[in-house]
């Protein structure tokens, strides 16, 4: 029904920042709630952020809050991460993730579409 693609990851040094995209296509944006999850190697999938369908309301796990700011702009059917303040912990692959609008979780069980992960590296 929707399909995301997610992009901006790549290497960046403690204290720096980068900016994740979520690019959908296939759907309308507004109808999903969109969710953050990062994966470490040998690790659990982790919930990092989310924001309902229209951007009022958003939700972060307490390792990133008030460094990652979630956004969305329903106009472009896109939404982003802008991940600052970066730690060698952050490091992982990003995904991004939909789910109807109807219902938001911050389980990953809870979400129906997943882009494929883009690879966050961050150097001490």
């Known amino acids: 029904q929707v399909q995301l693609v997610e992009s901006g990851g790549g290497l960046a040094q403690s204290g720096g920042s980068l900016r994740l995209s979520c690019a959908a296509s296939g759907g309308t944006l507004s109808n999903y709630n969109v969710g953050w999850f990062r994966q470490a190697p040998g690790k659990e999938r982790e919930f990092v952020a989310t924001?309902?369908?229209?951007?009022?309301?958003?939700y972060y796990s307490d390792s990133v809050k008030g460094r990652f700011t979630i956004s969305r702009d329903n106009a472009r059917n896109t939404a982003w991460m802008q991940m600052n303040s970066l730690k060698p912990e952050d490091t992982a692959v990003y995904y991004c993730a939909a789910r109807d609008a109807g219902s938001w979780s911050s389980s990953a069980l809870m979400y129906d579409y997943w882009g494929q992960g883009t690879q966050v590296t961050v150097s001490s």
């Open positions: 924001i309902n369908w229209s951007g009022g309301s958003s």
